[in-house]
């Protein structure tokens, strides 16, 4: 998805296990695109209601909680936390 980003693009990817993180951010400091990717350590929810959007694009493969309560803050329109 980096190489896909234009120059000042930004991929902000959420992580709630230490473990996965730490093996993401290995490849993520591998990539030649390293500095489009912003890895943010714990539950997705509180992440999302703080970062400015709008979004591009969403892409969400979690499922604790749901996916419709992971992405409701990003429905336009939406207020952007909870
Ligand atoms: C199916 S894997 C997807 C991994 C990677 N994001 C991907 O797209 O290849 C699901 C990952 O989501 C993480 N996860 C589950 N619930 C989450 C949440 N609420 N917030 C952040 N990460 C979560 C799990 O720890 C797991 O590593």
Redesign the pocket.
Known sequence: MGAELPADGRIT?????T???AV?AVHFAASPYAERIHL?V????P?IGELPGPFDLV?I?????PIWR?SRPCWPGRPRTG
């Open positions: 990817t959420c992580e709630i296990s473990r996965n993180a993401a943010r714990g539950a997705a929810q992440v892409f493969h979690a499922d604790n909680p992971i």
